[in-house]
């Protein structure tokens, strides 16, 4: 069965500074898509970045950057320049061919002034 | 256009009663799924639904049903309702439900069963 392990409950950054979220995801199939998805306080969860497993090259959106490791079935997150609005709970999700989505248990980012 | 809507956001119920959750995608999005959201657990996937039809179903017990409904819009029953299961129900859209698709979450239902 497909997991993804999230093992930072809670990290904290400086505003500004740079950040990296793990992820790591258990699976035997080798077309898959992996996610990050963002959910503010009390707001709704957001998609921040996708990346294709058949794809080498690392996704990138603005300040937002991930490193896939497919060997090591890592799905880190970078935010750089962090700023007080990247405060939020981050899940990194797993999907594959079966369209059905497995979610980590989250990362509680706080961003310090 | 407007985002996934979920009603009601808030309910309080006791143990035993049912609940019904409803969810409206986004126009034009067919696909909608339901996901179990609580503290240390993440999300916990519950089914998806196509076309009317359930095509996916996470390890829930039959206690959890769903439908959806010509408008794609969805509802959620939870029968004989358990304290285990206080939580945050999310339901979320996307346009076919296909693996690569990305989906877009409502605020929620907070639902406490005391």
């Known amino acids: 069965a497909q997991t993804v392990t999230q093992s930072q409950p809670e990290m904290s950054v400086q505003e500004a500074e740079t950040v990296t979220l793990s992820c790591t995801y258990d699976t035997s199939e080798s077309d898959y898509y992996l996610f990050w998805y963002k959910q503010p306080p009390s707001r709704q969860m957001i998609l921040v970045i996708r990346q294709e497993a058949y794809k080498q090259q690392n996704a990138t959106e603005n300040r937002f950057s991930v490193n896939f490791q497919k060997a090591a079935k890592s799905f880190s997150l970078k935010i750089s320049d962090s700023q007080l609005g990247d405060a939020a709970m981050y899940f990194c999700a797993y999907s594959n061919t079966g369209n059905q989505f497995y979610f980590g248990t989250g990362t509680s980012l706080t961003v310090i002034p | 256009k407007a985002g996934v809507t979920q009603t009601p956001r808030y309910l309080i119920k006791t143990r035993g009663q049912q609940v019904t959750l409803s969810c409206s995608p986004i126009s034009g999005h067919r696909s909608v799924s339901w996901y179990q959201q609580t503290p240390g657990q993440g999300l916990q996937f519950l089914f998806e639904?196509?076309?009317?039809?359930?095509?996916n179903k996470g390890n829930f017990p039959g206690r959890f049903s769903g439908r959806q409904f010509s408008n794609s819009r969805s509802e959620m029953n939870v029968s004989t309702l358990e304290l285990g299961d206080s939580a945050l129900y999310l339901c979320?859209?996307?346009?076919?439900?296909?693996?690569?698709?990305?989906?877009?979450f409502g605020p929620g239902t907070r639902l406490t069963v005391t």
């Open positions: 639904y196509f076309s009317e039809t359930q095509r």
């Open positions: 979320a859209s996307s346009r076919q439900g296909l693996e690569f698709d990305e989906q877009y």
